[in-house]
């Protein structure tokens, strides 16, 4: 699939290539004296964002950024902002030097006036480092000393050119679920090790140097204690490690924490096979090893910008901008994390062919559905369905697997022809929906209004189960 509003590029990696995007969408910037960024809400797209906008400081060029939860989000944002705008060329006959970029899908209105940098088969971290990249190589010769409400630019228009982030960039692409360093990524790693920022160790990712508070609020697994503080310090007591002086960690000391919690993990009663595969991406970390950086590992910063990006946008795109926002985004991981183990400790569980179904009270929909497809599903793909919301995971990939894309689009029409209006969003691998009633009286047929509500869980698997 082709990005919105450019041909198509030959992909010759796992998610393509895109050069003659990040040439194109560079020299748009590079003219623009206001960018506004329009990110969708998950950390591979927040870690985009921050690496754009970072340029976008050295270049003296100011910016805003926003979160949009769903595709109808996105796209509202941007035609709303694109339509004042043109509605005011048109009273001044001035020409409009803002420019719109978007990481995420939008619809056909977006697309006319809005740049989006990624693709649906490639990381948005990855479009927003070739961008970053090619403004480095071109320079720019902005000079606007503009402020914006999100961000500031320097106060020296001839300042240095644009440099790559490449922690920030390694956690947006963890994200994404891809390994650092493997395929494109390659050279990330390499230039983060390089400048001596990262290096592998034995242990768990997490974002805390406290493993206690780390492996508690991790949702990248699932163990007996996952959820509870007290009751993880208990499980890690028998290790003898100073848990409360991590500090003083040395190699043995993260290999001898990881074992335990790969055991725990694997030996849950609750766990399937696939557990064994999952956890192994959580150990053997790239640990973090600058002061610049307010995390202990590159999976941990992955973590917190998912969960910011979800929970707390505006602390996720601070915090992916290089502000001091630490605490609040620790503050809402924890909460995050804590309320999606909660939800699967009550959780209603049922297996169909392909589909796993996961039905929650109170949740992070789409954390319960990702620790549910790693840890718990017998089945490819997990539906959690929560309180006005749900979402999809799967692990399925290749060209027999089909897009979920398109697969999140038809779920809405079956939702649609009965009477259930529902919103929607798609990232790699995953999909979100949002449901209920029609946003206003003027989209429902009034024979029907008392029809259009929020549907029940029934409603919304038999809808899913169409497709599986």
Not at 427 to 449: I, N, T, V
Request: net charge negative.
């Amino acid at each position: 699939m082709s990005t919105n509003g450019h041909p198509d590029q030959e992909s010759d990696t796992e998610f393509g290539s895109d050069a003659d995007i990040a040439v194109t969408a560079a020299t748009a910037i590079e003219s623009a004296g206001f960018v506004r960024v329009i990110t969708r809400a998950d950390g591979d797209a927040l870690a985009a964002s921050g690496l754009l906008t970072a340029a976008l400081s050295v270049t003296n060029t100011p910016f805003q950024v926003t979160v949009g939860r769903t595709i109808a989000d996105r796209t509202e944002r941007a035609t709303r902002r694109t339509n004042t705008d043109a509605d005011a060329d048109a009273d001044t006959g001035d020409d409009s030097d803002e420019l719109t970029v978007v990481f995420g899908t939008v619809d056909e209105p977006a697309r006319k006036h809005a740049i989006r940098l990624d693709s649906d088969e490639r990381p948005a971290t990855l479009a927003a480092a070739d961008t970053v990249r090619e403004l480095g190589s071109t320079g720019s010769d902005d000079s606007s000393d503009s402020s914006s409400p999100a961000g500031t630019p320097t106060d020296d228009p001839t300042g240095p050119e644009p440099t790559l982030d490449p922690v920030l960039a390694l956690a947006g692409l963890v994200a994404a679920g891809v390994d650092p360093g493997a395929g494109e990524s390659e050279w990330v790693l390499e230039s983060a090790r390089e400048r001596g920022l990262v290096e592998r160790r034995p242990g768990v990712a997490v974002p805390t140097a406290d493993p206690v508070d780390g492996l508690a609020h991790s949702t990248r697994l699932r163990a007996p204690w996952s959820g509870d503080l007290e009751a993880t310090r208990e499980a890690l007591s028998p290790t003898g490690l100073a848990l409360d002086q991590p500090e003083t960690f040395d190699g043995d000391d993260h290999r001898t924490l990881g074992s335990l919690v790969a055991l725990d993990v694997v030996g849950a009663d609750d766990a399937t096979e696939t557990a064994a595969t999952s956890i192994q991406r959580v150990l053997r970390p790239y640990a973090i090893t600058s002061d610049e950086y307010a995390f202990a590992t590159v999976g941990g910063y992955a973590a917190v910008l998912e969960a910011t990006a979800r929970a707390e946008p505006g602390t996720g795109a601070a915090l992916a901008m290089g502000l001091d926002a630490r605490e609040p985004a620790l503050a809402a991981w924890r909460a995050y994390g804590s309320r999606a183990h909660a939800a699967l400790e009550s959780a209603s569980m049922g297996r169909y062919d392909g589909l796993f179904v996961v039905g929650i009270d109170d949740g992070p929909v789409e954390a319960v559905a990702q620790i549910a497809l790693a840890y718990r599903s017998p089945e490819p793909t997990v539906l959690a369905v929560g309180s006005g919301e749900a979402a999809l995971a799967t692990r399925e990939t290749g060209p027999g697997s089909g897009s979920i894309a398109a697969t999140v689009e038809a779920i809405v029409r079956d939702l649609a022809d009965d009477g259930v209006q529902a919103t929607y969003d798609v990232g790699h691998r995953r999909g979100y929906l949002r449901f209920g009633a029609a946003e206003s009286a003027s989209d429902a047929d009034p024979d029907s209004q008392d029809a259009v509500t929020v549907a029940d869980d029934s409603t919304i698997i038999a809808a899913v189960r169409g497709h599986y």
